[in-house]
Nanobody, 113 residues
Framework: QVQPVESGGGLVQPGGSLRLSCAAS????????MNWYRQAPGKQRELVAS????????NYAESVKGRFTIARDNAENTVYLQMNRLKPEDTAVYYC??????WGQGTQVTVSS
């Protein structure tokens, strides 16, 4: 499997929003759950959100619950992470991950005034 390609990161003020996208490859994408992780400087990579293969079940880290929404479009082999009410502590490199594909390059999210 080819590594996914994350996009949509950037610099945003506290309270702002960003929508991350993850383009995955392969016809079997739709059969696997997908996860978004993040890694802040000096910290371990942490799981932020998960979505089941058909999108019927989602789970979130307590730190983002109520602010972030994960979604997927299996016809487009794409996973999204809508991030609202962003906080400085959300600053990190964000990665999407499939159980069958390697890690991608990630996309940088910086929340700062």
């Amino acid at each position: 499997q080819v590594q996914p390609v994350e996009s949509g990161g950037g610099l945003v003020q506290p309270g702002g929003s960003l929508r991350l996208s993850c383009a995955a490859s392969g016809s079997i994408f739709k059969f696997y759950p997908m996860n978004w992780y993040r890694q802040a400087p000096g910290k371990q990579r942490e799981l932020v959100a998960s979505i089941s293969s058909i999108g019927s079940t989602t789970n979130y880290a307590e730190s983002v619950k109520g602010r972030f929404t994960i979604a997927r479009d299996n016809a487009e082999n794409t996973v999204y992470l809508q991030m609202n009410r962003l906080k400085p502590e959300d600053t990190a490199v964000y990665y999407c991950k499939s159980p069958i594909a390697p890690w991608g390059q990630g996309t940088q999210v910086t929340v700062s005034s």
